[in-house]
């Protein structure tokens, strides 16, 4: 495999890991905020 593939390849994996971790975050943003909102109703 050429150097250029290998690398676009390791890009390409940072960047999916990046997006799961901001996914994450997201998820738990979401539920914490519906579960403050039940809690206040």
């Known amino acids: 495999m ?3 593939r290998l690398r676009r390849r390791q890009k ?3 960047w999916r ?3 799961s971790e901001v996914e ?3 998820l738990v943003m979401e ?4 579960n403050n ?3 206040l109703q």
């Open 2 to 4: 050429s150097q250029k």
């Open 12 to 14: 390409l994996t940072v």
């Open 17 to 19: 890991a990046f997006l």
């Open 24 to 26: 994450i975050k997201f």
């Open 31 to 34: 539920s914490t905020m519906t």
């Open 37 to 39: 909102f039940h809690y």
